[in-house]
């Protein structure tokens, strides 16, 4: 395991204390949300496809998905991401 070291302002060490114990946890958890975010903002300007965005944040495309439905955007599903998508399952 390697070791990271990094500087947070007095507050945000406050609200970390409790979760000591877990910080790989919560670097997990919040690496995972950046991914979604950064990939669903690229998918919304039109800079990807769904299947890339998917792949970019490390889910499933029925995930990403989801959550683009619940972030109202309406995937929808063009030639590149059919390509991308039977290529996956064809390897």
Do not use: C
Request: glycine content about 4%.
């Amino acid at each position: 395991m390697q070791t990271l070291t990094f500087e947070v302002s007095e507050s945000l060490l406050d609200e970390l204390r409790p979760y000591h114990d877990n910080l790989d946890d919560l670097l997990v958890v919040g690496l995972r949300q950046v991914k979604l975010e950064s990939a669903l903002a690229l998918f919304k300007r039109g800079d990807i496809s769904l299947w890339k965005a998917a792949r970019m944040a490390g889910m499933s495309l029925r995930e990403m998905t989801q959550h683009a439905l619940a972030q109202g955007l309406r995937p929808t599903v063009d030639e590149e991401t059919l390509a991308e998508e039977l290529a996956a399952w064809s390897s």
